[in-house]
């Protein structure tokens, strides 16, 4: 399966240009609110100093625009900029997250049973095993985006997973990107994780498991392959998820992937920096191809990602060409 399969057509393309343009009248209405933000603050400014000098009339000599009503209006001002800044942003910025919920469905129309949602905790989520992600204490989402694609559920959000180090007020991210959750083709009698190498299997407590190799030096150069079934683990490994792994490291070459197998379900973990469904600041002009077509090609790699790798449990070719 391509990436270019789920790919939208031409009519669907049109329908988002027309969009657009809709869109781009409502963002110039929204900017001007942020345009008038310098002018806000210039008129707080101008007030406050005039107050200040006023209340110097009053203060004793020693508490020059110090004094108690000096501090009182200082905190006003700065409650009143805040205020001001909310205001003026507040349009701009619902207008771009509200877009948002209307451009993506629209974009991903080939999905059926679209559904997105920003800042919601995942349904799979509960289901993602820390052995591939480390034990976190802290979980932050972005954009949930579920659906199905020819009979393949999925869903895929943004998650930023940390955890406070021992001994330190710090914390440490265990992993910020984009998952992939789906249904396997067939079952996996247990759990599988393959994560990048350099002591994070064992590092997440994942040392009872038991590790494998795949007979790939360049790929156990890069992986650790643990599970608590090696038997069923090692024809895949050494396999269709090797294979899955090889083009995951031409498709994405960044950080490397982690992918985690468990019964039914499957987890595609890519480490990203940037925001997966990242449209720019609404103080810019959205441009199809510069802008909207990038995100489209991510979610149709991704899909087609996840769609290789639900189906490396496949007993034989058949079974994956009914998986679609």
């Known amino acids: 399966m391509e990436a270019r399969d789920f790919m939208p057509g031409e009519a669907v393309i049109a329908s988002i240009k027309q969009d657009l343009e809709l869109y781009e009248s409502e963002r110039r209405k929204a900017t001007r609110a942020r345009w008038l933000l310098p002018l806000y603050f210039g008129l707080l ?24 009503l000096h501090v009182v209006l200082y905190c006003a001002a700065c409650v009143g900029a805040l205020l001001a800044y909310k205001i003026g942003t507040k349009p701009a910025k619902g207008l771009q997250q509200s877009f948002r919920q209307h451009l993506l469905p629209i974009i991903f129309g080939f999905v059926a049973d679209i559904n997105y ?90 040392s009872e498991l038991t590790e494998i ?62 925001n997966f469904f990242e449209l720019p600041d609404i103080s810019t002009s959205l441009d199809y191809k510069l802008h909207v077509q990038p995100i489209v090609a991510d979610m149709a790699a991704l899909l087609a990602t996840a769609a290789l790798i639900r189906k490396v449990g496949a007993a034989n070719d058949a079974d994956v060409k009914d998986a679609g």
């Not at 999925?154 to 998952?179: R, S, W």
């Not at 090889?246 to 019964?263: F, K, S, V």
């Open 45 to 68: 400014a101008v007030v406050v100093v005039g107050l200040a000098l006023l209340f110097n009339e009053f203060a004793d000599p020693a508490e020059q625009w110090r004094s108690f």
């Open 117 to 206: 949602r920003n800042a919601a905790k995942p349904g799979s989520f509960d289901r993602l095993p820390r052995e591939a992600t480390g034990n976190f204490d802290r979980q932050e989402f972005d954009d949930v985006i579920s659906g199905k694609y020819e009979g393949f559920p999925f869903e895929i959000y943004e998650t930023h997973l940390t955890a406070k180090q021992i001994g330190a007020n710090e914390t440490a991210t265990l992993f910020k990107g984009v998952v992939v959750a789906f249904e396997q083709v067939k079952p996996f009698p247990g759990l599988l994780v393959a994560t990048r190498r350099a002591g994070q299997i064992s590092q997440f407590g994942g």
């Open 213 to 274: 190799e795949s007979g790939v030096p360049a790929l156990d150069g890069l992986y650790e392959f643990r599970t608590d079934n090696a038997d069923a683990a090692r024809p895949l490994v050494a396999g269709r998820l090797a294979q899955a792994l090889q083009w995951l490291g031409e498709t994405w070459p960044d950080e490397p992937a982690r992918i985690a197998l468990q019964g039914n379900d499957g987890f595609l973990l890519l480490p990203l920096k940037r």
